[in-house]
């Protein structure tokens, strides 16, 4: 029994890896409707101009208006494709929830904005610690809660329908200096 046990847990194991391990999906994005928060800069402004130029429609969310109208712009000029926007704070469920009705059904949701005030936790004041994860997680909570009933109750489903999250590696290592 201890033998066999032995033998076939190594090779289960692998065999269970390649069966549930992580492949990548791919998610038509052509006449499909992006939604990207965080959209005005970074990351988010770079995914939005691939999805542009693939033929995406793309709508963009972030609090600074004017970054915004930047960002638009900017996607204009290199694809001649104008893109909506809406300035919102993730955390103000309302605000978004009004912006997702308002954008119309959602193919793809990326929910990328982020802020990161870096700063060693023993000198980091607790309210920046709360701001992180006020725009980081619940912000988050709050996009795809605005997102997941338009989303469950669509009736064209033919093409899947996804929402990804930005991340960060930071959320997988742990660093003590002492
Ligand atoms: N850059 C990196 O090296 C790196 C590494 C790992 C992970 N990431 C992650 O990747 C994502 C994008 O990073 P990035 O470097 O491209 O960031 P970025 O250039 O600073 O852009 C952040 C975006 O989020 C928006 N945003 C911030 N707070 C918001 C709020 N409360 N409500 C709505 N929108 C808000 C910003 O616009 P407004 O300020 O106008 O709201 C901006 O559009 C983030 O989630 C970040 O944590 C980045």
Known sequence: MVLSAIVFVPLLLPLLYFILRPRPVNIPIKDRHVFIT????????????????????????????????????????????????????????????RAVIEAGPIDVLIVNHGIFLPQELDKQELDKVRLMIEVNLMGSFNVIKAVLPQMNNRKDKELPLSIALMSSQAGQVLCFNS
């Open 38 to 97: 965080g959209g005005s800069s970074g990351i988010g402004l770079a995914l939005a101009k691939q999805a542009a130029s693939e033929g995406a429609r793309v709508t963009l969310l972030a609090r600074s208006l004017d970054k915004l109208e930047e960002a638009r712009k900017s996607i204009r000029q290199a694809y001649g494709v104008d893109v909506s926007i809406f300035a919102a704070d993730v955390r103000d469920f309302e605000a978004v929830n």
